[in-house]
């Protein structure tokens, strides 16, 4: 694990796009511009960091090629990127080294050259939002356990539904991407030591859409674990094809329950698909349920404009791939597997796929907030006993100290030194009339 001081990678991308502007102004022939750009020096940084400076600048300038379609010029830049960047190097390298490879293929699509890649990315990526989040892969498990942000977000949605539930005996929890129950043993804790209002029944309906078995193989080990704390529980799946085919009536609702909805990094995979977004806010509406708990990626990865969200998307990386590297050790199988398997393809998707390819497409709560409204919900105050567990959780981490929270007025946001990475917010639904509901949207 890396324990480097002085710049972070963020920094480094932005003195990096400095330098690119102040360059772009001098106007250096292609065929030299590398030469000035690996050349120059910049006064207070070491020379490692001056490097780090260069080779981001050189993947800016090859962004810049690439959106006003000189693709010769972006091409040898790009080659320079691969060569100076690495997979297994600092957080600087692997970024570059991602970004690039995300660059040749947009390149090598609007050029004509691999066309079959573009229905190749929106199957991987379609497989990494429905399946492979859905089993949690060793990889991914082990970045949810060693990177703080999944937790602390987890535990904090968690304690809001307790809270809002804290005098019902039955309770339904509606979880939308269930994938290893993990947030639903923390539940169940909360609620076995519920002392005062005894639970009569803990039910857990799971939304799947692919990987059935997998998820009845989940309901049996929360199954175990409920009866070892001696809580009555019953586990219910809902399977259906798609997002979109979530409707009214597909879940059991009983006499008496408290129903809550539990949504883990699920929406934003909804935004490519016409009304999807409508239809499941008119299934989890009939519900009738206490709150709804979203957690989405803090960014902004849906602008229609090419050279925009690449540069959303490099910062955002950027922090990512470096709490990466303090958490995790640099040759780490599992790490590698994560960065090549499972984030080289969601940037490759939102860097180089257009229109109903591009499936990754987050925004910040600003967006989820306008979209929630239309729908007649309306955002809840995250409590301080929500807050203060996702300070605890972020005390357990090594590098909790540069995981840092704060509020977007009343959504919870958790980043790395300053970069949103994480939103957590809680909804709750309001009435509205049913013949004017499907305008809302």
């Given amino acids: 694990m890396s324990c480097a001081s002085g710049l972070s990678t963020v920094e480094v991308m932005r003195v990096a796009r400095e330098r690119f502007i102040q360059f772009s102004s001098r106007r250096y022939a292609d065929d030299c511009m590398a030469d000035h750009v690996l050349g120059s020096t910049a006064f207070g940084l070491s020379d490692q960091e001056t490097k780090d400076v260069g080779l981001a600048h050189l993947l800016l300038a090859c962004a810049e090629k690439v959106a006003k379609k000189q693709y010769g010029c972006a091409k040898k830049l790009q080659n320079l990127c691969d060569f100076l960047s690495s997979s297994s190097g600092n957080s600087v390298q692997r970024v570059v080294y991602y970004f690039s490879k995300a660059l040749q293929q947009k390149t090598d699509r609007e050029t004509g050259r691999n066309t079959s890649q573009g229905s190749e990315s ?3 990526a379609a497989v990494h939002v429905e399946e492979a989040m859905a089993a949690l892969s060793p990889a991914l498990m082990a970045c949810f356990l060693e990177v703080p942000f999944f937790q602390v977000t987890e535990f904090a949605g968690i304690q809001a539904i307790v809270e809002n539930v804290a ?3 039955k309770i339904h929890f509606v979880d939308l991407a269930i994938r290893t129950g993990g ?5 169940m804790q909360a609620l076995a030591t519920r002392y ?5 029944m803990l ?3 799971a939304v799947g859409v692919k ?3 997998k998820i009845e193989d989940t309901g049996r080990r929360l199954a175990q674990f409920a009866e070892a704390l001696k809580l009555p529980f019953t586990f219910k799946i809902a ?7 979530i409707k009214e009536g597909i879940f059991e609702l009983d006499t008496g329950e408290a129903v809550a909805v539990y949504c883990p990094l699920l929406l934003s995979s909804t935004m490519n698909q016409p009304n999807c977004l409508e239809s499941l806010m008119k299934a989890l509406r009939s519900l009738n349920p206490r709150l709804m708990v979203v957690n989405e990626v803090e960014a902004n990865h849906n602008s229609p404009i090419f050279i925009n969200r690449f540069y959303k998307a490099l910062f955002y990386y950027s922090a990512y791939f470096e709490c990466l590297d303090a958490c995790m050790d640099r040759g780490s199988a599992l790490r590698m597997e994560l960065e090549e398997t499972y984030l080289s393809h969601e940037i490759k998707n939102i860097v180089a796929s257009e229109g109903e390819e591009r499936v990754n497409r987050r925004m910040k709560i600003d967006g989820w907030r306008s979209l929630f409204g239309k729908c007649g919900m309306v955002e809840a105050e995250l409590s301080l006993s929500s807050l203060y567990q996702a300070d605890l959780i972020a005390k357990q981490f090594a590098c909790g100290r540069s995981c840092t929270m704060g509020t977007n007025g009343k959504c919870f946001v958790v980043g790395w030194k300053g970069t949103p990475i994480l939103s957590l917010s809680v909804w709750k639904f ?3 009339n049913v013949k004017t509901f499907k305008h809302l949207l």
């Fill in 211 to 213: 990987s059935g078995k």
């Fill in 203 to 205: 039910k857990v309906t």
């Fill in 196 to 200: 005062e209002c005894p639970i009569e």
């Fill in 239 to 245: 399977m259906v094809k798609d997002i979109k085919d």
């Fill in 122 to 124: 929106r199957d991987v």
């Fill in 430 to 432: 309001h009435a509205v």
């Fill in 167 to 169: 005098s019902s005996k």
């Fill in 183 to 187: 947030h639903c043993i923390v539940l």
